[in-house]
């Protein structure tokens, strides 16, 4: 909309010549600056002037001129606030002006019947300014052809045919009707230099259109270096036109460079806005753009042009991925000196950029910042957007919710998004009665069938994730009502989620859905969400276990990025680890570590991955087990001393017995918890009792050990019972036999105490070693009365226990009475 801003204000200089011809000198005095090219010096002598005392007829006249000024310096909400005196109800003049300052605010819709109204006077001074206006008002609003019509209505008037028909002929190129562009031109006879030189623009966009791009860069050129008489919007056009041009010949970097030299020798232009953004659509045509030029100006004082480049070069490190970059960018933007509605879209681009980076309170207030800059209402329609979104996004309902609500009463364009999204947000929060008010509304707006329908079925889901009792029987509406909606599949894929997870589940029905979904032409979240149910309808019905297998490896293959992915792997580990298929089992738990590496799973994943390599009989299993348990302790997380203990096992079965207690010291050394500890000193005890084997001395040390493990009164039965067994095999390997058959004893004294949890694992252990001890010794009595005890456990083992005590009755006849 750059040229049809220029074309309005255009008119300014052309109605000037309607001053009365009856002003007073003060009132003349006051003006005079207006027309020297100093609006902002007659705005504040004016607005002095009308605060006197005058006349009505003299009050008038200096708020007429006020009102020009006002628009000339680009004031135009001032103008309004002035226009909006009762005194100047019904005035034409004030008509116009009104006009002016709301085609200023790009308001066009709303000056479009001003400039309307006044055309109906032919007699009026301003008649041939309301027509033109009018069309101006028309090709703003992208209703070109109507447009040309207005502005054929002014062929033949001396005053504005030249304007009409330079502003007709850029409506065709724009409409890239060469044919009738060139005629227009041809047919024109422009006396003024300002006029001349936009006919030679416009000659040069013309050759544009043509695909004659280098005859156009030649006519640009020309206008550039002789650029006298020429108006500044003409001179811009020229500078746009030699962009273009170069990016018909694919030298988009060339045509940078003169945007670069002009906006580097002119830093406060008033069109900087839309030369930064003219240079950022060559940059994004660009392979790899320079950014030394943008640097350059960030680090240079100059304003407004600081500030933009702030912007745009922001821009750039965010498509290039350096967003951290980009983030201290945005930063020094919102703290700029510079406070102008012409950065307000830079503060709406900083607020979306730290939206996608879940930054919902930071992209609030920057929205909130964007408010105060004043925006353009299109702009600020953009905004209250966006605002309702971020809340959303954040979970904010109540607030998103009413946003969008007073969006979609607005007249913004985006009147039936909000109201479906309003009608989510409800949903969201459980308020049927909003949703349902707000779904009508916009089946009265006529909201198409597909949002319609996506609101009903969200309705249904919704039920259905809160376990509502309704959730069956919406879904089956839905599918009843919008039969031809391709989330047909969704809703049925609804159902079965439903049947699945009913008490008891109804697994034959959860199948039949999900066929019913599969024949529907399945969107790709239904097929995603089938593919993953189907998995824990087949694994939770005690199906086939490879049946299940095969199910979660096709949905990784097909949904490698679904957010169940991680979920199926796990299960399809599982399933490889409980079938002893060590090798697969590790190969899906290493990729959840990998594509997890900052998350507590990837330590659990990782743990597993190497409980497998341990468990596998590949030739250097233990060796990358060793080196994924080393992994775990990296991560210092909860399981790293457990890993640690894991490492030691594997080592002793390497054989590499020091290197296994080195580890098991740096636990008992660590803050690791008592479970842990345990473990270590157990597993430390253990390597003295192997190596005992080989050095008698070693079993002492062995002993010791397990008396530390066993003197805690406060341990778990099942280590102190564990700790005391082995301490009785060590004396036992001494040839100390009364000392083992007292240790193991000892066991089943302590499973004795009526306070104790049982642990039978041990006591059955303890007690057998126990009798064979005194069988050895012939002590048959004593034995049997073990066996006995044993038996009377009622555990596992009791079999066991009455059998050896009949036989030993039957061979030693130890019956009694």
Not at 152 to 157: A, G, I, K, S, V
Not at 420 to 441: K, V
Not at 643 to 654: G, S, Y
Not at 781 to 787: G, P, T, V
Request: hydrophobic share 45%; with cysteine; glycine share 4%.
């Amino acid at each position: 909309m750059r040229l049809t801003k220029i074309g309005v204000s255009c008119l300014l200089g052309i109605v000037a010549q309607f001053a009365r011809g009856d002003m007073s000198a003060k009132i003349a005095e006051a003006s005079a600056p207006l027309t020297e090219g100093v609006p902002e010096v007659a705005v504040s002598r004016l607005q002095a002037l009308l605060n006197k005392d005058l006349p009505e007829t003299e009050w008038h006249v200096v708020a007429e001129k006020l009102a020009e000024a006002q628009v000339t310096a680009r004031e135009p909400e001032n103008t309004l606030v002035l226009l909006a005196d009762p005194r100047l109800r019904g005035l034409p003049w004030a008509k116009f002006w009104r006009a002016q300052a709301l085609a200023a605010l790009n308001r066009w819709a709303d000056a479009l019947p001003l400039y309307e109204e006044l055309t109906k006077d032919r007699g009026s001074l301003f008649h041939g300014a309301a027509i033109f206006g009018t069309a101006e008002m028309l090709r703003a609003l992208g209703k070109r052809q109507q447009a040309l019509s207005k502005l054929n209505l002014l062929f033949q008037d001396k005053e504005w045919s030249t304007r009409a028909r330079l502003r007709a002929a850029e409506l065709s190129i724009e409409m890239a009707d060469a044919p009738n562009a060139e005629r227009l031109l041809a047919e024109m006879r422009p006396t003024l230099v300002a006029e001349r030189k936009e006919r030679r623009v416009l000659r040069g966009r013309l050759e544009l259109i043509l695909q004659r791009p280098e005859r156009a860069i030649g006519m640009f050129q020309a206008l550039l270096k002789r650029p006298e008489g020429a108006a500044h919007a003409t001179l811009i056009a020229a500078l746009f036109g030699i962009a273009d041009a170069h990016v018909q010949l694919k030298t988009p970097e060339a045509g940078d460079d003169v945007l670069e030299r002009f906006i580097d020798r002119h830093p406060a232009d008033l069109d900087l806005p839309f030369l930064f953004e003219k240079l950022d659509s060559l940059y994004r045509a660009e392979h790899k753009p320079s950014r030394n030029e943008l640097e350059k100006w960030v680090r240079r004082p100059e304003q407004p042009r600081r500030t933009f480049a702030r912007w745009y070069l922001a821009r750039l490190e965010v498509r290039a991925g350096r967003r951290e970059r980009a983030r201290q960018l945005f930063s020094d933007l919102r703290r700029t000196s510079t406070k102008s509605p012409a950065i307000a879209q830079a503060f709406l681009e900083v607020a979306q950029f730290e939206m996608n980076e879940r930054h919902f309170d930071e992209a609030i207030a920057i929205l909130d910042d964007a408010r105060l800059l004043h925006p353009d209402p299109t702009l600020l329609a953009r905004i209250n957007f966006l605002s309702a979104n971020v809340n959303y996004l954040a979970k904010r309902y109540d607030a998103a919710s009413a946003a969008f609500e007073q969006i979609a009463h607005s007249n913004s364009p985006w009147t039936k998004v909000a109201l479906f999204n309003a009608s989510s947000g409800w949903l969201q929060l459980g308020n049927h009665a909003r949703f349902l008010a707000d779904y009508r509304e916009l089946e009265k707006q006529g909201g198409d069938e597909d949002a319609r329908a996506n609101l009903r079925l969200e309705e249904a889901l919704m039920q259905a994730a809160k376990g509502d009792k309704t959730a069956a029987a919406s879904l089956q509406q839905f599918i009843q009502d919008f039969p031809k909606n391709p989330r047909v599949s969704e809703a049925w894929v609804g159902l079965a989620e439903l049947a699945f997870h009913s008490s008891p589940p109804r697994f034959d029905e959860a199948r039949k859905n999900l066929a019913r979904a599969a024949e529907s032409r399945p969107t790709a979240a239904a097929a995603e969400r089938a593919d993953y149910l189907s998995i824990w309808v087949e694994a939770s019905s005690r199906g086939n276990e490879t049946k299940v297998i095969d199910l979660a490896k096709r949905f990784l293959e097909q949904h490698a990025l679904s957010p169940f992915a991680w979920e199926v792997r796990t299960k399809l580990a599982e399933l490889y680890y409980r079938r002893q298929d060590f090798a697969n089992a590790e190969t899906q738990f290493e990729i959840i570590a990998r594509q997890n590496p900052d998350d507590s799973l990837a330590e659990k994943a990782l743990f597993f991955a190497a409980e497998s390599a341990m468990s596998s009989m590949g030739e250097h299993s233990l060796d990358q087990a060793i080196v994924l348990f080393d992994q775990v302790a990296q991560k210092n997380g909860a399981l790293r001393w457990a890993a640690r203990n894991e490492q030691a096992v594997i080592e002793r079965k390497l054989g590499k017995s020091k290197d296994a207690l080195a580890l098991y010291d740096e636990v008992l050394k660590s803050d690791a918890a008592l479970s842990d500890k345990r473990e270590a000193l157990c597993g430390k005890g253990d390597i003295f009792f192997e190596a005992g084997a080989v050095d008698q001395s070693s079993y002492q040390r062995a002993i010791e050990t397990y008396d530390q493990l066993a003197s805690d009164k406060n341990e778990s039965i099942d280590w102190r019972n564990q700790a005391l067994f082995k301490k009785g095999l060590c004396l036992e390997r001494k040839n100390d036999r009364a000392g083992a058959l007292a240790t193991f004893y000892g066991i089943l004294e302590d499973e004795g105490h009526p306070d104790q949890r049982r642990e039978l694992f041990w006591y059955y252990k303890a007690g057998f070693n126990a009798a064979r001890l005194l069988e050895e010794d012939s002590k048959w009595e004593s034995a049997a009365a073990l066996y006995d005890k044993l038996a009377s456990a009622g555990g596992s083992r009791s079999e066991e226990a009455k059998a050896r005590l009949n036989s030993l009755r039957l061979e030693h006849f130890l019956w009694t009475d």
